[in-house]
């Protein structure tokens, strides 16, 4: 069950919820985890003081679900809770919602410590796209979009919906890089830490090196400008009964956020950190 700040300091371990199969952010890597996001859990267990045990979850259909079954609930069979989640979308409006009768719809969890900014973005391959910027080159031209995704339904209804027959819906973003780098589409919508991240290792998990992007394509937000959700926050969520173990965590975080060391997590693996607009605006 999930611990409080006490508890979790006399125990001598923290448990931490993760994404499975979710590089470059929790992954395993010749067996052992790995990502950006193994990495800041790492810390934070070093800065508490205590080991660390990983749970592993499952994305659902939506954050509420994901928060029930990694904070509040626990999982539907073993009923495991972690003490903390990382790769938590901050959303001030969504945790600080108001049900129909004026009470918080969120008050089970606290949601706080954003340490990336990540956004949606567009791999190119310039032999393609003859480095036109805007999507008008996709009536032409095949785009790859992982289904039901927000680039799927925003490139299948922008332009009076002319790009639709020219996207094609892939299991993962990764999958649609294989079809890129094998010349069968000219662009790839996605994520953009993970659009890096499999150009570099070519969606190998177990690669310990990260190749440069070749001068063939890149990666950018152009012809995205009127998406809804163009770039969120990433932070953290404990149970809120834990509000002291939010403070305490956070105090390790955003150090690392202001001295370099969060970016060089990211640099480790060969992706580009953005610092979130909650400590840009402070």
């Given amino acids: 069950m999930a611990k409080s700040y006490e508890d979790i300091l006399e125990q001598g371990q923290i ?5 499975n199969n979710f590089p470059p952010y929790s992954y395993l890597k010749d067996g052992e985890p790995a990502g950006v996001d193994i990495e800041v859990g790492k810390r934070i267990a070093a800065g508490l003081g205590v080991d660390l045990e990983w749970m592993w979850i499952n994305a659902d259909e939506n954050l509420e679900d994901d928060l029930r079954n990694a904070i509040w609930k626990g999982h539907i069979i073993t009923r495991q809770k972690a003490d903390l989640m990382l790769r938590v979308p901050y959303d001030r409006k969504f945790a600080y919602a108001i049900d129909g009768y004026g009470l918080p719809k969120n008050d089970l969890v606290v949601m706080f410590g954003p340490y990336q900014q990540e956004s949606w973005a567009l791999l190119r391959d310039h032999e393609k796209t003859n480095d036109i910027r ?3 080159i996709f009536q032409y031209e095949p785009v790859a979009v992982e289904l039901d995704s927000l680039p799927s339904f925003f490139l299948g209804a922008t332009i009076g919906g002319r790009l639709r027959d020219k996207l094609v819906h ?7 890089i294989k079809l890129l780098q094998e010349g069968k589409v000219a662009a790839v919508a996605g994520m953009k830490g993970q659009l890096q991240w ?12 990260f190749a440069p992007l070749p001068e063939q394509y890149d990666i950018s937000a152009d012809g995205l400008a009127a998406m809804s959700i163009k770039s969120w926050d990433i932070g953290m969520a404990v149970k809120t009964d834990y509000r002291e173990l939010a ?4 105090a390790i975080t955003e150090p690392m956020i202001k001295n370099g060391e969060m970016e060089a997590l990211f640099l480790e693996y060969g992706l580009s950190y953005e610092i979130p607009d909650y400590h840009r605006t402070e």
């Fill in 15 to 19: 448990t931490i919820a993760v994404y």
């Fill in 134 to 136: 805007t999507l008008a």
């Fill in 247 to 250: 403070y305490a965590i956070q």
């Fill in 198 to 209: 499999g150009m570099s290792t070519s969606g190998d998990v177990n690669k310990t090196e």
């Fill in 170 to 176: 892939v299991d993962s973003v990764f999958d649609g």
